[in-house]
């Protein structure tokens, strides 16, 4: 069992940055393939970035350059920056956990409650 808290999200305006955390609890989160996910409203959620107990990557097109996942395996965490934001990033931001390295939300088993970022132009 894993237990996901996500944080920092926030209002920022367009071009500037935001790091979101997750927190997770139980054992072997080094084991575990972690994601960021986002939806919008009215919107399906949808993949961001997720990566590998071993640190390898993937964001999704619209990201790349701009955002970059990270992970700490000694504090347990996950780290979504975000730079160069733009209204279109406006969502609720999820991590989850799971065991198979996907962008499918299905692929995860464990979600956090997600954390508000919204970007004003």
């Known amino acids: 069992q894993v237990h996901l808290v996500e944080s920092g999200g926030g209002l920022v305006q367009a071009g500037g940055s935001l790091r979101l955390s997750c927190a997770a609890s139980g054992r072997r989160f080094n084991t575990y393939i972690m994601g960021w996910f986002r939806q919008a409203p009215g919107k399906e959620r949808e993949f961001v970035a997720r990566i590998s107990g071993s640190g390898i990557t993937y964001h999704r097109d619209s990201v790349k350059g701009r955002f970059t996942i990270s992970r700490d395996n000694t504090k347990n965490t996950v780290y979504l920056q975000m730079n160069s934001l733009k209204p279109e990033d406006t969502a609720v931001y999820y991590c989850?956990?799971?065991?198979?390295?996907?962008?499918?939300?299905?692929?995860?088993?464990?979600w956090g409650q997600g954390t508000q970022v919204t970007v004003s132009s």
């Open positions: 989850a956990a799971g065991q198979i390295y996907s962008d499918h939300r299905d692929s995860y088993d464990y």
